[in-house]
Nanobody, 114 residues
């Protein structure tokens, strides 16, 4: 089993920054993909960014140039640096680890006020 715990959410004004972190524990064997999804009220969960064990990244068009995903393979952690935040970034952000299936954290709320 894999457990994921997110941290770093909160309330920020538009234009501000937040950094999300996620720590994975349990039966983890490389290689695997880690990433972030988000779900806004009344909307479906959507991809934000992913990163492979080799540090190849993929971003949603809506966050390119503003968000940066990174990982520490030795610590089994993944982070999401979010800059120039917009009210439309408001959502619950979920950490995911992909190894044969998706494992999910419980989520952390990010609220961006205008």
């Amino acid at each position: 089993q894999v457990q994921l715990v997110e941290s770093g959410g909160g309330l920020v004004q538009a234009g501000g920054s937040l950094r999300l972190s996620c720590a994975a524990s349990g039966s983890i064997f490389s290689p695997y993909v880690m990433g972030w999804y988000r779900q806004a009220p009344g909307k479906q969960r959507e991809l934000v960014a992913t990163i492979t064990s080799g540090s190849s990244t993929n971003y949603a068009d809506s966050v390119k140039g503003r968000f940066t995903i990174s990982r520490d393979n030795a610590k089994n952690t993944v982070s999401l640096q979010m800059n120039s935040l917009k009210p439309e970034d408001t959502a619950v952000y979920y950490c995911t680890l992909v190894k044969l299936r998706n494992y999910w954290g419980k989520g952390t709320l990010v609220t961006v006020s205008s």
